[in-house]
């Protein structure tokens, strides 16, 4: 049996193409999101019912828009995506929430001792930012903690 390599890792903001059944959107660079970024998805909190807390380390279904239509593929499988190479700034933490990988700069307070926001890198050059709930801040997270502390200049 021949070994296969592992599938690369999807960072949330990456640009991917798409090789699914929906043929339009072929042939194009898309922005990747949570399949769930624009409302809801119903398969998707569906599958979330099901695992309930233990949610899966690497997320199956993404969200793939095209921001130049603003056309977006909603559930979208991770086997249907082929991320395009970006180099990532030197100081990004990878960082899962909610099985969703991300590309962390910082984080500051999102409401409690364990809400955070996470700001993260995109292959846009935008920042962009999520909301989470942690039960523990790991080491990766206290130090993008400190990272969201340091002063702009």
């Given at each position: 049996m021949p070994d296969t390599a592992p599938a690369p890792r999807l960072f949330i903001g990456n640009r991917v193409t798409y090789h699914g059944t929906v043929t339009e959107m072929?042939?194009?660079?898309?922005?990747l999101l949570p399949c769930m970024w624009f409302g809801?998805?119903?398969a998707c909190w569906?599958?979330?019912d099901e695992f309930g807390e233990r949610k899966p380390m690497e997320r199956e279904h993404f969200m793939a828009a095209d921001l130049t239509t603003d056309r977006r593929l909603h559930h979208a499988r991770r086997a249907h995506l082929t991320p395009i190479p970006h180099e990532w700034p030197e100081d990004?933490?990878?960082?899962?929430i909610n099985g969703y990988w991300y590309a962390a700069a910082y984080?500051?307070?999102?409401g409690s001792d364990r809400a955070r926001t996470v700001h993260?890198?995109?292959?846009?050059?935008l920042m962009g930012r999520t909301w989470c709930h942690i039960r523990e801040p790991a080491p990766d997270i206290r130090r993008l903690d400190e990272l969201g502390r340091r002063p702009v200049i």
């Open positions: 072929h042939d194009r660079p898309l922005y809801h998805c119903q569906e599958q979330d990004a933490v990878p960082v899962n984080t500051t307070a999102g993260f890198y995109t292959a846009e050059d």
